[in-house]
């Protein structure tokens, strides 16, 4: 087949134009919001504030602060920012009103009023007088059209939803139906208790999200989200593949001071497209890798999504202990993707790209190294024995004070205040979506709609534990597409996960695979907002890209199965199995590595060379043996009708005597493939 005709000679220069910046950029503002660009007073007023949130939170990780005063002034900052900032629709953008001014105030009238009353406010949680429920109304109200300006108008319906469904609850047919609660009782508890939108999800988010915001605003500002790109961009050098290799590791670095997969996605799009033009790749492949690097900064410690802190929070566990088990699946998510990206590079005969860096590698490595010091500083002090929150904190203080090493880097007052107001801003849409899907949580768990969902999903599964597993994972990705990755999992991590917990999951695991379900929104039409924005940089087809978006981040679809289903599974999430021993953590990370370059061979349709379809289907049927077994067993036994023991070495023996029988009948060289 021959090499794509749009695809550029390697000496003609090739650069992303401004409107395909424009473009790009506008899918993130439909991930983070479309943000007001304030000039004058109303942006000094704004800045201010923003500061004046950051400085308070800072101080919270570092002294104390009480539970509810903290949670109440965390969403008081968050709502008056998100009137402020983001217009009541497109046309009013860049300039403040009226109407973004007065539901600031009245917000903040509302937290003063429940700050004000003390214990005897949160006494009166059950049995709330005639003026909490006014002013519990008129909050939730200004909760929901925060929500709806940040995030978009999904998740406040779902919240109503969720309201509908606690008043309604006689009227409803089993098995849904319950004692229903009328609108004083639920205002008592979504806004008088710790236990709605003030719950676990408000307080990881005034705890941590916004900490790991300030921290990423104090990397960017002082040069690391560059540093990392250019070091990728020296050390993979200009060799075929080093397009390719040089977006899997700039994702990984840029995890910490991005934390969001469309901006990942554009930032590094916006640099590495034309190099990878330049060495051969096909539009839509390309946007595909940029995106699927995209995904890999939400799924990659030390960092990961800001549902990870939720993780630590649901499971009374540590961070530390979250990062820990997302490491071995973020090596084998990382290691499929290079293995990909030298399959591409043979694939489409990708050229030597003529690449002159500033400075050497050793050079840029001597002058701005410090930035890798600034990223593991929070592991670091976690590890010693700090809480999360104070880890953070003095990250930050050895980001700022490292900055000084080098005049360019250094966070001088100017840039200081722009990184703090950064920190605060860009938390708005995590904050406003906890704290509505905080009106979910304690829907669900006053009315103990998660026990009934569990019970529903397990009889659909016949209480099979992998009929329950498709069926979360399908429930995940659902609702994944209608609400941000964070709404995603705080939903299912209350209402889904007790279903396969109940069926012997362990808790941990339960809870990582729904939460690489809900970062999985992020390649998932019709909001696969990564691929759409990689599609606005090379000039691809949006859907195409999704789909090779897909290929790409196979091991992210299948690789949380193993969590569940494999007797052994627990072990990538360095948990040692009942019984068991370090061995076995071993022995299933080989397993599912060899199953990934199978499965990888397979998207790809090509190992050592291009596979026949005979070839491909075998390589399909050796990763699936490897990596989801529980799947082949299933299909087997159905068909014969009787059971089957089952061990990993058939898949061995297919995957292997393919590689064998195509190193024996090597094909010519062919043209360059387009896909």
């Known amino acids: 087949m021959a090499a794509d005709k749009t695809t550029p000679p390697n000496d003609e220069i090739v650069a992303v134009s401004d409107e395909a910046r424009h473009k790009a950029e506008a899918y993130i503002e439909a991930e983070e919001g479309a943000a007001n660009r304030l000039m004058g007073w109303a942006g000094r007023i704004s800045t201010t504030i923003a500061v004046v949130m950051s400085l308070f939170h800072l101080y919270a990780a570092y002294a104390i602060v009480p539970t509810q005063e903290l949670r109440y002034t965390h969403v008081a900052f968050t709502l008056v920012l998100s009137f402020l900032l983001f217009p009541l629709a497109t046309r009013f953008r860049n300039r403040v009103r009226w109407w973004d001014v007065v539901p600031g105030i009245v917000a903040v009238a509302t937290i003063v009023y429940a700050l004000w009353g003390g214990e005897d406010f949160t006494d009166r949680a059950t049995t709330p007088d005639r003026w909490d429920v006014i002013v519990g109304i008129v909050f939730i109200v200004l909760l929901l059209e925060a929500t709806r300006r940040t995030t978009g108008a999904i998740m406040p319906v779902v919240s109503l939803c969720f309201i509908a469904y606690a008043m309604l609850g006689p009227y409803l047919p089993a098995p849904w139906t319950h004692r229903g609660y009328d609108l004083a009782r639920l205002v008592g508890h979504l806004f008088i208790t710790l236990e709605g939108i003030f719950g676990v999800a408000v307080d990881v988010s005034a705890t941590l999200i ?4 300030i921290y990423g605003a104090f990397l960017q500002h002082s040069g690391a989200g560059k540093f990392f790109i250019d070091f990728s961009l020296a050390l993979m050098g200009g060799k075929p593949n080093s397009a390719g290799r040089t977006v899997v590791l700039s994702s990984f670095l840029l995890g910490g001071p991005s934390g969001s997969g469309v901006a990942t996605t554009v930032m590094i799009g916006t640099v590495a497209y034309p190099m990878m033009a330049k060495a051969g790749f096909e539009r839509n492949a390309a946007g595909g890798l940029l995106a699927a690097g995209g995904l890999g900064a939400i799924l990659s410690p030390p960092v990961l ?4 802190f939720l993780i630590a929070e649901f499971l009374k566990i540590s961070y530390l202990d979250v990062i820990w088990m997302a490491t071995i699946p973020t090596c084998l998510y990382y290691m499929s993707l290079l293995f990909m990206v030298e399959l591409d590079a043979k694939k489409f005969h990708a050229k030597n790209v003529a690449f002159t860096p500033e400075m050497s590698l050793g050079q840029m490595t001597r002058r701005y190294g410090f930035h890798f010091i600034s990223l593991l500083a929070v592991v670091f ?3 010693i024995g700090y809480s999360p929150s104070l880890s953070v904190f003095y990250a930050i203080v050895v980001t700022f004070a490292l900055s000084f090493l080098r005049r360019e880097t250094a966070l001088v007052p100017s840039k200081l205040v722009k990184a703090l107001a950064d920190g605060s801003i860009g938390a708005l849409n995590a904050a406003t979506t ?7 949580v304690g829907i669900v768990t006053l009315t103990g709609l998660g026990l009934k969902f569990s019970s529903i999903v397990i009889s659909y599964a016949g209480g099979s534990l992998l009929l329950t597993a498709i069926y979360t994972s399908l429930i995940v990705w659902i609702i994944g597409l209608a609400v941000p990755v964070t709404a995603s999992y705080i939903i299912c991590a209350v209402i889904a996960a007790p279903a396969l917990i109940k069926l012997g999951v362990p808790d941990y695991a339960a809870h990582m695979f729904i939460f690489y379900y809900a970062v999985l929104s992020e390649v998932s039409p019709p909001t ?3 691929p759409f924005a990689a599609a606005a940089i090379t000039g691809g087809d949006p859907y195409r890209t999704t789909l090779q978006s897909w290929k790409y981040t196979l091991p992210a679809f299948l690789v949380p199965f193993v969590f569940v289903l494999d007797p052994q599974g627990g072990g990538l999430l360095m948990s040692i199995p009942k019984g068991g021993s370090w061995v076995d953590i071993i022995e299933i990370t080989i397993k599912t590595s060899l199953g990934l370059l199978a499965l990888a061979a397979f998207a790809q349709n090509w ?5 026949t379809a005979v070839e491909r289907g075998l390589l399909l049927l050796s ?9 082949i067993e299933a299909i087997v036994e159905w068909i014969t009708g009787r059971d089957i023991s089952y061990t990993y070495v058939p898949g061995l023996i297919i995957g292997f005597g393919v590689l064998l029988w195509q190193a024996r009948t090597r094909e010519p060289e062919r043209p360059a493939l387009t896909t």
């Open 210 to 213: 916004i900490l790991f915001t």
């Open 305 to 308: 999504g800001a549902a990870a």
């Open 381 to 383: 002090f976690m590890v």
């Open 434 to 440: 906890c704290a509505c899907a905080g009106i979910v």
């Open 528 to 530: 696969a907002l990564s």
């Open 607 to 611: 190992a050592l060379r291009q596979n």
């Open 623 to 631: 990763g699936l043996l490897l990596v989801f077994p529980s799947l």
